[in-house]
């Protein structure tokens, strides 16, 4: 088995569980808990502002029901002060890739000024932690979370999802519109140094898989696009979540 195989089957099958889930009662459908480079400030500016994305315009909803149950106990965190643009959530997570030169860019401190949010920790005194159901425009809603490390990770599993409260798994929606291209998403961390590595099949979607080397070239950091198949006849291949972890080359 490769190292990204490996990886992949540490992401599905790890004992210490997975990334996200969703969960049913009083607060609604909503994302569960998390499991879980070099780029010039004036190129990383004009490559956000230029970037290609498709907003929302219908109900989306991230695929969390199959995904096995966490910590019942997690509260959600303060939600941001402004609910979000899809522009704007999308040019935060290509920043915060940018920026992963060294294992320390992506702390669980790093990763949260990036992405403006407050973790609520899964269990009291222990690194990582969720913010759950963080409202965007349009009535959609982000979960954002990082995990502990496990299974020899040099860099946690962590992410953000999108989804639509309440609503229809986006992956059940062949007619869903897309909340970010992937090719969109794909030429976004190319721009920053990222290249293309393997896909597979993940959950009732696609996993593409992005990497670069840390300075060092001790860690290997890695984007993952989560990506469903919608748009009726004019289907595209669209991002409803992105997670990021490193590991040794």
Known sequence: MGRAD???????????????????G????????????????????????ALTVRTPSADIAANRADLPPVAAHVRSGPAPSQPLDAVTLQQ????????LRETTDASEDA????????????????AGGEAENQPMLAGYAFHAGYGGLAGGMK???????????????????????CFWTSA??????????????????F????????????????TVFYADLLTHVAG???????????????DVP
């Not at 935060?92 to 920026?99: G, K």
């Not at 004019?234 to 992105?242: I, L, N, Q």
């Open 6 to 24: 490996a990886r992949w089957a540490l992401w599905d099958e790890s004992s210490a569980g997975p990334i996200l889930k969703m969960r049913s």
């Open 203 to 218: 959950k009732r979607g696609r996993l593409q898989q992005y990497r670069r080397t840390s300075s060092d070239g001790g």
């Open 92 to 99: 935060r997570l290509v920043a915060y890739a940018a920026s």
């Open 184 to 201: 969109a998403a794909g030429e976004a961390l190319a721009a920053t140094g990222y290249t293309r590595g393997g896909e597979r099949a």
């Open 111 to 126: 990763f949260t000024k990036a992405m403006k949010i407050t973790l609520t920790p899964f269990e009291p005194g222990r």
């Open 26 to 49: 009083t607060r609604g459908q909503r994302s569960s808990a998390w499991r879980l480079q070099y780029f010039g400030a004036a190129g990383l500016s004009a490559l956000l502002t």
């Open 155 to 177: 860099v946690p599993y962590h992410g953000v999802s999108v989804f639509r409260p309440g609503e229809r798994p986006l992956t059940d929606d062949p007619h869903a519109p």
């Open 232 to 246: 009726g006849a004019t289907a595209d291949t669209c991002v409803y979540e992105v997670r990021f972890a490193g």
